[in-house]
């Protein structure tokens, strides 16, 4: 059976269109039904196609933006709910700067955060090495600089898992 063809999402046509077959496949593979608005946030997300990820830090208003800007209907709300979703399948990571800053990352792998508080920019840090550098830059223009870490602990799975081990 052929599949139905997709339609662009871009208006007028963008070469980011070119991925949607791959973004509606990537939803899919993730249990999520391929719907137009799903399908939109995601080509904004990832221009370049799934395999092709730039790594950036978007805010639900600035999808809510870019909607606006491409003639899509979606309510705010929307946007946080697809996002969230989009999170809690693996696909974005969502990163909590502080109160009333939450961002969704392109890049999900493990990795660390300085956010700028006046600009309300966040900034991906590869290593704490560079962390540390960071703050010691910063160090003469900072009024209250914090450093905030956490480690992720989750139970093992699996036949090495304790629990499993009598
Ligand atoms: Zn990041």
């Known amino acids: 059976m052929t599949p139905k063809p997709l339609a662009p999402v871009s208006n007028p046509a963008s070469p980011a269109d070119a991925h949607i077959p791959e973004l509606h496949t990537l939803l899919q593979k993730h249990g999520i ?3 137009r608005r ?3 946030i995601l080509v904004w997300l990832f221009p370049h196609g799934a395999t092709r ?3 950036r830090h978007y805010s639900a208003e600035d999808i809510h933006r870019r909607a606006r800007k491409e003639g899509v209907k979606m ?3 929307t946007v946080y ?3 969230n979703q989009f999170s809690r399948a693996g696909i974005l990571k969502r990163v909590v700067a502080g109160q009333g800053h939450s961002f969704y990352d392109t ?3 493990s990795h660390h955060h300085v956010f700028y508080e006046d600009t309300a920019q966040l900034e991906d840090v590869t290593n704490i090495t560079e962390a540390l550098r960071h703050i010691k830059k910063n160090r003469a223009h900072s009024r209250n600089q ?3 870490i956490m480690v992720r602990v989750a139970p093992r799975t ?3 898992d304790r629990r499993h081990r009598s």
């Open 33 to 35: 039904r391929p719907t």
């Open 38 to 40: 799903r399908v939109c």
């Open 53 to 55: 990820v730039v790594h």
């Open 75 to 77: 309510s705010l709300a």
């Open 81 to 83: 709910n697809t996002l």
């Open 107 to 109: 890049n999900t792998s």
């Open 146 to 148: 914090r450093i905030e």
């Open 158 to 160: 699996g036949p090495n």
